[in-house]
């Protein structure tokens, strides 16, 4: 092992140690300071400057970098700190255990092994001066709002371009989905079931409207991007009634919308309405309501043609064989870093497969890489 690669290990292993539970997910999550406050050591301990950019809750991020030679052209390299709670581990999910060639521990790939990777490549770049200012920022709450990339995006500083560091197995992704969700509610009229006339049946309108929905989302498939595909519209949750001998007074379903680039948030909620539209119309006329505002992020504009994705791409071919352009079906901070224009590649050690289980692991060789790959991109753009 490289004495940089035994850097990057020892530093996602400390990392790892610190729980960061997005707070949003499990109440015991104990959130980002913890990692905030390590990483303030790092920065001091290798004479890098940094800023702590509070954002929400005693929550903040942290930012650190490299001034380049053009003051005028400054990239950003996004990480996140918090993680999805951590469930049923075999064995201590805080360890950082080296195994087999591979890191294990709850963030060790979504997404510590990025922030790790990113911050060596960033500390070890010497005397070599990029050509723009180079910034590693550590986020907080992909895993929830993504207060933390919004935050960033809103912050009054340019960015030319992005590299969102997430588990892609070192592959180059330039576009994914987006997604809108909210609720719709159906009010019905109470009664007793045994004269249920005299009521309105909230979960029957429901099903009609879940049926209608569900035809939709069929017409759906007719949309296509060459990357990412089809968008989808599904009904994830439904909650209705109070008790069996009453006719149901209300029901609410949960729709998750995700979205191609180009399709709005919404415009994804305006056709939601004509089809609620029509309902109300029919001869049943159901009383229902969009209740929002919708929780939006945005697919972000491909990046196909950006600068930024060139540049990774002769990186990722030249030290790990990939740099194909790829879209995939999840979405990441740059939903958010999109909303101010940046163009943005989403790129990192380790697989969205392993992410959010009960064995989450990064291989050492991809984080190595990472950080060449991190470094080569600093040092090209
Ligand atoms: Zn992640």
């Known amino acids: ?12 292993q400390e990392l790892i140690k610190i729980e960061s539970v997005n707070p949003a997910l499990s109440p015991t999550g104990s959130g980002e300071q913890g990692v905030v406050t390590f990483l ?22 942290l930012l650190t970098w490299v001034q380049g030679q053009d003051s005028n052209k400054r990239i950003l390299f996004l990480a996140h ?9 075999d064995s201590n999910p805080f360890s950082g255990e080296q195994r087999e060639g591979r890191i294990y521990g709850r ?6 092994g990025s922030l790790a990777a990113m911050l060596i490549a960033l500390s070890t770049l010497g005397d070599r001066q990029p050509k723009a200012t180079i910034v590693v920022a550590a986020g907080i709450d992909e895993e929830g709002p993504k207060a933390g990339a919004r935050a960033i995006a809103q912050s009054g500083v340019s960015y030319d371009a992005a590299v969102v560091g997430e588990p892609t197995d070192l592959e180059l992704v330039v576009a994914h989905k987006g997604s809108v969700r909210w609720q719709v509610e159906v009010e019905g009229v109470a009664a007793h079931t045994s004269k249920p006339h005299l009521g309105v049946n909230a979960i029957t309108g429901m099903a009609k409207i879940v049926l209608a929905l569900d035809e939709f989302n069929k017409t759906l498939a007719l949309r296509t ?24 007074p209300v029901c609410r379903i949960w729709i998750d919308r995700r979205l191609i680039p180009g399709e709005q948030p919404q415009e994804a909620i305006q056709e939601v ?3 609620l539209e029509r309902l109300r119309q029919s001869e049943d006329k159901i009383k229902v309501r969009s209740l929002l505002p919708a929780k939006e992020d945005p697919a972000p504009a491909s990046a196909e043609s950006s600068k930024i994705a060139a540049v990774a791409a002769k990186a990722c071919a030249d030290i790990a064989g990939t740099g194909k352009y790829v879209g995939v079906p999840y979405g990441t901070d740059a939903s958010q870093l999109s909303l101010a224009a940046i163009p943005c590649i989403v790129l990192g050690p380790g697989s969205i497969d392993q992410a959010h289980t009960n064995s989450e692991f990064v291989e050492i060789d991809q984080l190595a890489k990472a950080v060449e790959i991190y470094q080569n991109i600093m040092l090209s753009y």
Not at 1 to 12: D, K
Not at 81 to 89: K, L, R, S
Not at 107 to 112: F, P
Request: charged content about 20%; overall charge negative.
């Open 107 to 112: 963030g060790a790939c979504d997404d510590k």
């Open 1 to 12: 092992m490289s004495p940089r690669c035994a850097e990057t290990v020892a530093l996602l």
């Open 225 to 248: 991007h060459p990357l990412v595909g089809s968008p989808t519209l599904t009904v994830g949750l439904i909650e209705g009634g109070i008790e069996l001998t009453t006719v149901p």
């Open 273 to 275: 309405e004509n089809i």
């Open 81 to 89: 700190m918090d993680t999805v709670p951590t469930g049923e581990w």
């Open 40 to 61: 303030e050591g790092f920065c001091r301990e290798r004479n890098l400057p940094y800023e702590v950019q509070h954002v929400v809750d005693g929550r903040s991020n």
